[in-house]
Structure formats: C-alpha cells, structure tokens
C-alpha cells in the first residue's frame, strides 16, 4: 500500500516539529508587546490635560457670566459672585480703580501674581461700568493656587 504525503500528518507522525516556539522566545514577545503597551499608556496620560488642577481660565469662565451684563462687567456684581471652587482671587481693574474678592484667608494675594511657580493668572481685557452711563476698558483677572 502506499502513502499519500498528508497521510502521516493526520495520524500524529512529525508533528512536534510543526508550529512550535521556544518557551523562551514566547516569553520575550509578550514582555515586549506588554512594554510597548506600558509606554503608549504613559505617553497618553502624559498628554492628556490634568482635570483635577484648578485652573485661573476655569475660573474666569465661572466668574464672567455673573459680573457681566449686555456685555459690560458691573464690578458692583462681583459681591454676588457665588463660593469659589478653589482658593481664588478675581480682580476688576479699569479707569485707575481696583475691584477685589477673594474666596477667603486662604486666597493668594495679588503680590503672589508675580510668584508664576506658586499660582495660575488669567486675565481678559472687558468693558468696565465705572459710573452711571459710563464705561471704559479694563481688565478681569483671575489668581488661583495651583
């Protein structure tokens, strides 16, 4: 009788020599498949913006719908600004006047502005009512920790 060449295959003859790897080199893939991966997650959390970090221009976004009217910021307005999410410092400067709140003691001061490593500034140029019918241009800032 004869063999066909694909007989001995189907009855278990020569096939440990057949789709094999080495432990060692199974090994060695994963671990390099499993850094690989390691190094993309680490490159994305690097790149992804820190939520968490209060931020000056999150604060100016919460801050300047509540002082401003028609577009005018109405520094009589910032008495009402609501509490603050973070230690926070918002400033209204126009026509040589200075309008401050802060969210308390533990606010930084307008002097700690300069200290860049310690506190986040935002600031925004906006129309500032000084007087009844008059407005000029100003500037609203905002000082938060970070």
């Given at each position: 009788m004869s063999r066909s060449?694909?007989?001995?295959l189907l009855s278990g003859e020569?096939?440990?020599s057949r789709a094999a790897v080495e432990p060692i080199a199974a090994l060695v893939a994963v671990l390099a498949v499993g850094a690989a991966l390691g190094l993309y997650v680490a490159a994305l959390d690097d790149a992804a913006p820190?939520?968490?970090?209060?931020?000056?221009?999150?604060?100016l976004d919460r801050v300047e719908p509540s002082v401003t009217t028609g577009g005018v910021v109405d520094p009589e307005r910032l008495r009402d600004v609501v509490e603050f999410r973070y230690a926070a410092t918002v400033v209204i400067e126009a026509d040589g006047e200075t309008w401050t709140v802060r969210s308390g003691d533990e606010a930084p001061a307008m002097e700690s502005a300069r200290n860049t490593d310690a506190v986040a500034v935002a600031e925004r140029p906006a129309t500032v009512k000084v007087g009844a019918g008059r407005n000029v241009r100003g500037t609203l800032r905002a000082v938060v920790y970070r």
């Open positions: 060449s694909g007989e001995g020569g096939t440990e820190d939520r968490e970090r209060p931020t000056a221009e999150a604060t």
